[in-house]
């Protein structure tokens, strides 16, 4: 335990040092990617080395070209496969994976390159309003439909299982009576957008 302990305290130091390469991963509009991509822009310790796609269309592409941040897109065989992307993504020196609005399964061979290094965020609390089929607006507009009091945001570790990964954080915001999922939506984003970088820069700092 207490070597542990140490042992933490140790990477935690080394790894403020230590610049760290992310990749950014989206499917769409890409306001979280952009969002942190402005986070880190002057950052010492934080790269954005890669902002990378499964759709041709989507925003998130011009949004990496208009702030100059390397990006690339791959199709849908080659997320199925996950040989070229795993090889991109060691290819660019990526120690650590965003997702952020991406809706493709994350291919095995890149869960087993990257363990604990990969991170998603989820527009709900998680158990509740996930797994398969439940991104964006179609949660909120669920969060809506059943009631609810409160809603919110879940930052968690990946894993073979669409949003049952290991949770880090979840932070809340209150649904009133009276709001419509597009209410939620501006809510549940400011949460993202305010939280995601400091989760994201926080956990670099304590990775070795
Ligand atoms: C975000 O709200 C994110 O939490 C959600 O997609 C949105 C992307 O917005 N992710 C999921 O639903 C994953 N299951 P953005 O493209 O504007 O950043």
Redesign the pocket.
Known sequence: MYLFAHFSRFCAGIGGLMSKNIAIL?S??????ENIIRYFQNSESVNIGLVLANRETAL?LERARSLNVPFACMGKTEWVDGTAVLALLEERGIDFIVL??F?ARIPDCILHAYPNKII????SLLPKFGGKG???DR?HEAVVAAGETETG?TIHYLNEHF?EGEVIVQYRCPVLPQDTAEDVAKK??AL?YEYYPQVIERLLSEMC
């Open positions: 989206a769409g509009n890409g306001t979280n990617a998130v952020a609005g809706l998603n965020i989820h527009p439940m991104y964006g949660v945001i949003d549940v984003h993202e």
